[in-house]
């Protein structure tokens, strides 16, 4: 429900576009609990960034994205509405995971928020671009976010941060025909 809303009131998303949306983030949360034996967080801890509880681990996952299959991930540092994003300081969640087509790569949140900060430019909230459906590569290193949002992200691509992997969990291929190969 608390996603549903988000994605309709803070990213104004049609309904099929929430659908498609809401099936990623539940697909990739079902299969991450399935990999690992989390728990589910309360909707309290899922508000401040925490989806799971695995192990003492306080962990965000990320679902399987159009931009993973392309080799890039996108880190929020302030959230649509103005708020603490995922990979601010003051998200609570200690580890994020990312799905992508044959694994989730799971980062200590606070090396990945580094990396950015070393790669992009200086924040400057009057520099931010705003632009709806930027390009990755367009993007990259640079502080964006949406047309009538208060979004700031940032995408960085996978190669730069796997030194910073701190677990992979890969996931078998139920495709035929990715088997074979």
């Known amino acids: ?3 549903r809303r988000y994605l309709k009131e803070g990213r104004n998303l049609s309904d099929d576009r929430t659908a498609i949306c809401v099936d990623v983030g539940k697909t990739g949360e079902a299969l991450f609990k399935e990999l690992t034996g989390a728990f589910k967080s309360s ?5 401040k960034h925490i989806d799971f509880y695995w192990g003492d681990m306080k962990v965000d996952v990320k679902g399987l994205k159009k931009m993973h299959h392309s080799g890039f991930i996108l880190l929020e ?6 708020g603490h994003g995922w990979c601010s300081k003051k998200s609570k969640a200690e580890f994020i995971a990312f799905q992508f087509p044959e ?3 799971v980062f200590r949140k606070n090396h990945l928020r580094r990396k ?3 790669l992009c ?3 400057d909230r009057n520099k931010v ?18 047309y009538n949002a208060q979004d700031v992200f940032t995408y960085l691509k996978f190669e730069d941060v796997e030194e910073l992997i701190f677990e992979v969990l890969p996931y ?6 990715d088997k074979r190969e």
Not at 43 to 47: A, M, N, P, Y
């Open 1 to 3: 429900m608390q996603l």
């Open 43 to 47: 909707l309290d801890d899922d508000k």
């Open 77 to 82: 540092f302030i959230n649509v509405w103005g």
């Open 103 to 105: 694994a989730f790569y």
């Open 116 to 118: 950015a900060l070393d």
């Open 121 to 123: 430019e200086q924040f």
């Open 129 to 146: 671009i705003r632009k709806n459906y930027i390009p990755y590569d367009q993007a990259l290193y640079k502080w964006v976010g949406r």
């Open 172 to 177: 078998a291929v139920t495709r035929e025909e």
